[in-house]
């Protein structure tokens, strides 16, 4: 769901009001916290323009880099040396 919401560019704000639901719910059903009810996937399906099975599909997880970034200032001592 998140995935077809921002690539149309839309808030959660927008979807939760396009589909006709609470803003806090359709927060934790994007991250997961909830389990959706099958009249709620209809609706988010209706708003997202798409079949409901099309959010029941499994997507790819995020990709959670661990550590710190580099910075650039570390990058470029290593190199001097």
Request: aromatic share 4%.
């Amino acid at each position: 769901m998140q995935r077809l919401r921002l690539k149309r560019g839309w808030t959660q704000e927008y979807l939760a009001e396009l589909a006709v639901l609470d803003l806090s719910y359709a927060q934790r059903v994007e991250r997961g916290e909830i389990n959706v009810t099958l009249s709620s996937l209809a609706n988010f399906a209706d708003a997202l323009g798409v079949q409901p099975g099309v959010l029941l599909r499994a997507g790819k997880p995020p990709v959670i880099k661990r550590g710190r970034p580099k910075t650039k200032r570390a990058a470029t001592a290593r190199t001097r040396k």
